[in-house]
């Protein structure tokens, strides 16, 4: 059997301070850090047991997970794994990368944010060269206000040609709608942005969350994904497979990248192939000169 574990422990420090995210506003106790290490520890020795399932691991963090070395050792580890097809992170790129050297590279994905205020272009377009360099599959993005639209042009001429670049929809927080002449802006930059501009119809939808695709915090609370709170069990009890079912999606809409990719209706699996937790399509779809 398959499982995709999208977890999220309780970090939720960010050595950036972007100013519509309301988690890098504050720097987290020794304590806090501690607890984050040791639930991390916990979720390792589950996956490492679990050698009965084919486990992928995507670290969904409040906060910056990568510029904590318990991670970068995580990451290699799971990759290290037999039994684990895919180690995946989200991150903002400011890390060192030395780390990377310790993974097996073919299952490491990275999923890179880049935030023009608190890294420079040049900085963050030198990570991602090393990470092609290194043979790390990766994908970089950026939120998507009107205000960061030529700043997501000039990255996309810089980027190396087979690096996908993302653009996250601002779906609330903006200060006007989208005009047509934005989306096709960004359109131009990423051609999959309509699908992410949209909340898509999800109730009632069958969904791969809560069957093949989990979401785990820090005490091994499962639930079927980030955005519906109902628990579905606990990873470390015993009987805990048994919650493993086809659950049709109890939410109106969805439009979160990392929740409509596993509606089965939408059939991004086909679009993503095997980088559906990294963010790369499997067949480029961009133009690298836009």
Known sequence: MKLTVLYRGPLSGCNFGCEYCPFGKWKQSEEELAKDREDLAR????????????????????????????YQEALARLTQLEHVDRAAVQTNLSCTL??????????????????????????????????????????????GFVRFAEEAEALRSELPADTYLWVNAVKDGQEEPYTPEDIARFTRVDPLFPVNNTRHPSLGRACRGGESVIS???????????????????????????????????????????????????????????????????????????
């Open 43 to 70: 979720f390792m020795a589950w996956v490492e047991s679990r050698t009965d399932l084919r486990i992928s691991v995507f670290f969904t963090p409040w906060g910056e997970a990568l510029i904590w070395p318990w």
């Open 98 to 143: 030395d780390w990377v050297e310790r993974c097996k590279v073919e299952k490491l994905g990275i999923w890179a944010t880049y935030h023009p205020e608190w890294m420079k272009r040049r900085r963050f377009v030198a990570q991602c060269e090393k990470l092609s360099a290194l043979g790390v599959r990766h994908s970089a993005g950026m939120v």
């Open 216 to 290: 785990v915090d820090g005490e091994g609370t499962a639930r079927r994904c980030h955005f519906i709170d109902e628990p579905i069990g606990n990873i470390y009890a015993p009987d805990f497979d048994a919650a493993l079912k086809p659950r049709p999606c109890s939410k109106a809409v969805c439009g979160c990248h990392i929740g409509y990719v596993h509606l089965e209706y939408l059939e991004l699996d086909r679009v993503f192939g095997s980088g559906i937790l990294e963010r790369v399509p499997a067949t480029p779809l961009w133009n690298a000169r836009a």
